[in-house]
Structure formats: structure tokens, C-alpha cells
């Protein structure tokens, strides 16, 4: 059998409601614009440094004479125009928003953020790698690296892994803008 005391058998005073001393709280204050978030100048400002790094990283590799017969280098090209290409089309729709004042915190337009920062962000991580390792085997493995312009291949992926890092930050806070996003 059941010991326990039920409210209709035993009623329990409730105890009086709290009665705040002083002024009354704050509201609460939400966040619309995360910054870094889409739509927003910090927003512009990942992206226009994404453009930035990825443009170098292309110039620079497509500079070098020679370039397109390794093909990690020829991947790193391809995963750096996708890049420019993903970072200015944003970078426009961030002004856009800006000038406009519209907000882009929309499910839909955030998923087609975060998809888009995904890929590019996948894409640029494995063409870095890929140049990288290319290079690191030129010049320590094979000690070639006075005629193949070692110095050259390694900046290109240096800033093919800024753009790299770049979009992975714009690629969380779209991720979690979308999470939190009601």
C-alpha cells in the first residue's frame, strides 16, 4: 500500500509570492544580430576576408608556371575559385542586408548558409591539405624545392588555410544562429 499524503487528504500551505525589494528586473534582452552573423557588418567583414585570403592563395598559385601539372595544386585552384566565387556572392547579399536593413535570419536562408560554408569550408581544408603535402614532399623528401618555387606553393596554402579558418568560423556561427534560431 502507499504511504504517500496526497493535497486533498493533507492541503500544504503555499508559501506567499516572491515580492522583489527594490526596483523591478530588466526584460529580458534577445540577441537579433549575433555578431558575425549573416547580414550584419562583422558578417561582411568574414566574408570580405575569406574573398581576401582565397584570392591571394589563387593569384599566387595560378602565378607559377607550371602549376597545373600536380594535381593537388590543380584542386587547390578549383577549391579556391568555388571559394571567391561562395565569398563575394555573400559578401554582396551582406551589403545588401546592410544597406536595406533586412534581417537574413530565416531558417531557409541560414540552412543555404550553413550547407554552402560547409562545402567551401570542406572543399578549401582538403585542397590546403593537399598543396601542403605536395609541397612538404617536394622539399623534404625529394629536395627539389630551389626550381619549383617552394615558397610560392607553401604561402599560397598558407592563405588557402586562413580562407580555410575564416569560413569554419562563419560556418559555426550560421550553424548556431540556426540552432538557436526560433
Not at 506567499?16 to 529580458?28: I, K
Not at 587547390?76 to 566565387?85: D, F, N, S, T
Not at 625529394?142 to 604561402?155: D, K, S, V
Request: net charge neutral.
Amino acid at each position: 500500500m502507499e504511504m504517500a499524503s496526497h493535497p486533498a487528504v493533507h492541503p500544504v500551505a503555499l508559501p506567499p509570492p516572491y515580492q522583489a525589494v527594490g526596483p523591478p528586473a530588466p526584460p529580458a534582452v534577445r540577441i537579433n544580430d549575433f555578431p558575425g552573423s549573416p547580414g550584419t557588418l562583422m558578417g561582411l567583414a568574414l566574408r570580405f576576408a575569406q574573398l581576401g585570403f582565397a584570392l591571394t592563395a589563387l593569384c599566387i598559385m595560378v602565378s607559377i608556371v607550371g602549376f597545373s601539372s600536380v594535381t593537388a595544386f590543380c584542386f587547390l585552384v578549383a577549391a579556391m575559385v568555388l571559394q571567391c566565387i561562395w565569398s563575394l556572392c555573400l559578401g554582396v547579399l551582406d551589403c545588401y542586408a546592410l544597406l536595406t536593413k533586412r534581417s537574413l535570419r530565416n531558417s531557409l536562408i541560414l540552412s543555404f548558409f550553413v550547407v554552402g560554408d560547409w562545402i567551401t569550408s570542406t572543399m578549401t581544408f582538403a585542397g590546403a591539405c593537399a598543396a601542403a603535402g605536395i609541397t612538404v614532399l617536394i622539399d623534404n623528401d625529394l629536395n627539389q624545392c630551389g626550381p619549383n618555387h617552394c615558397n610560392r606553393f607553401e604561402a599560397a596554402a598558407a592563405m588557402a588555410f586562413m580562407s580555410w579558418v575564416i569560413t569554419t568560423i562563419s560556418f559555426f556561427l550560421s550553424f548556431w544562429i540556426l540552432v538557436t534560431c526560433r
